[in-house]
């Protein structure tokens, strides 16, 4: 259901975390602190999508856009097995750069924003709701089901997804993370930098060590989030805004632009050539995304002048209106977790947080309560590669949440989990929002389309929800596309949520209607 303001609104894929994020709005905190809160109780709800362990990306806007970039580095050795996996201790081969992300969002909330919350404040409740349990999320129970033999092979994965009998959790069942809820208290009391540098950095590295992951309390010590100037194209009567490499939204503000050069709004709304049309300027996009992404710090690499008009211009170009491109490219599956709040002053924070897999490596830190990501598989395997793993590099990154300021005052954000599936979800909110006017539960309804491999099967092919009509699917199949149809409102396709702000002020929230999420709104 959406939720509409003149003051606060929140939206996020868990009503517990909706809640926890506008009990911060509504005492008087920033839309940083609701997305703080907001993001701590996730990790909890929701702790094999995303948590401490994890990477986080800001989208923030306060009379300009900006970026928060909290993404891991390599440590300066491979981990012991010679290679990175995807999952076990060779996965642990990047630190976590997430609660480095929430330290600089919070020094901005204090000193820009005015915040006088702390972080008893902002974390207590997850800290609580974590010792007390919480009854076990529909995505938790759907994901390990899909995920038995490998928590059946994590021992660490045990005390997430079983009761202590060895039974798996059901449909009713709380779910309980004492060591996680003393963490959350811990980071309270001492700081976040502890994460980095104090106690739990050596319990980290304890961890690493007994893991031969190529990790050391050294490379906790160098982990940094960094404010970046966020990239921006024009699009329609507005600007698309994206967050800068190592992040894939280069690509993603790529095919806009492409777009921008196809009469959008002149075709009929959910046509097979409305897809056709954003499934190849994605496509494109996608194929560059594999040959180039990778951490510009390791390079002299000058990625905004990819989207020179001229470029944009070559790329629409490129696109034949009638018959689909070459597609051959293996998919890069992911999972995330997107949310974002706008305040009663009218300031929107953005925030993408990831394991990158879920349940991220399968590895539990310890006694800390902390499950740590998998990015480091964000590396090519091929050592010749610009994203070929090297000491200190980060890996190249899949999240990337988007907003777009138009002419008259209208702000829209958005963002959604799915690895290669995030680009192609933004495109058709964005076209829907933007050139089709549509309302957001509409444009969140709106059937989408994921080309190449999801979590589920080994195809790389064109899959469509089936609601976009057997007339729209035919007409792909002759245009040359490979379309397979999955059911409507599916999943697979992301769980999204858009905010938007009216040029009156008016603010309305939505999650996506694929999942559990909710949005809240302060009482005007």
Known sequence: MPAYSRRGVICTPHPHASAAGLQMLDAGGTAID??????????????????????????????????????GQAGQRLPGAGRIELRGSAAVATTAGAVASWQLAKEISDRQWGSRLGWSD??????????????????????????????????????????????????????????????????????LADFYEGELAQAFAEEFRRLDCGLALADLRATRAEEAAPISVRYRQGRLFN?????????????????????IAGVANGSAQYYHWLVEAIKQGLLSRNRELHDPRASAWDYAASLAPELALQRAGAIDDGRAGPWSEVGKPADTAWMAATDSEGRTACLIQSLFHDFGSGVMMGDTGVLWQNRAGGFASDPRHVNAWAPGKRPAHTLNPSCYLADDGERLFFGTQGGDGQPQTQ??????????????????RTPRFLLGRSFFDGTDNLKLEEDVGAAVIGQLAAMGHEVEAIAPLNPFTGMAGVIRVATDGRREAQHDPRGQGSALGQVD
Not at 37 to 62: C, R
Not at 243 to 263: E, F, S, W
């Open 243 to 263: 967050v800068a490499p190592p992040c894939q939204g280069l690509y993603t503000l790529q095919a806009m632009q492409a777009l921008q050069h196809r009469d």
């Open 34 to 71: 609701a997305m703080l809160a907001a993001s701590a109780m996730l990790g909890v709800v929701y702790p094999h999508m995303t948590g401490l362990g994890g990477d986080a990306l800001w989208l923030l806007h306060d009379r300009q856009v900006r970026t928060i970039v909290g993404i």
């Open 427 to 444: 495109m058709v909110l964005a076209s829907q929002l933007i050139d089709f006017r549509q309302p957001v539960d509409a444009a969140l």
């Open 122 to 191: 902002l974390l207590d409740d997850a800290a609580a709701t974590a010792q007390r349990g919480v009854q076990v999320s529909a995505s938790q129970l759907f994901w390990q089901t899909h995920r038995q033999p490998l928590i059946e092979a994590m021992p660490g994965l045990h005390g997430l997804c079983k009761h202590a009998d060895g039974r798996w959790l059901a449909e009713g069942d709380v779910l309980r993370q004492a060591a996680l809820g003393d963490t959350l208290r811990h980071l309270a009391r001492q700081g």
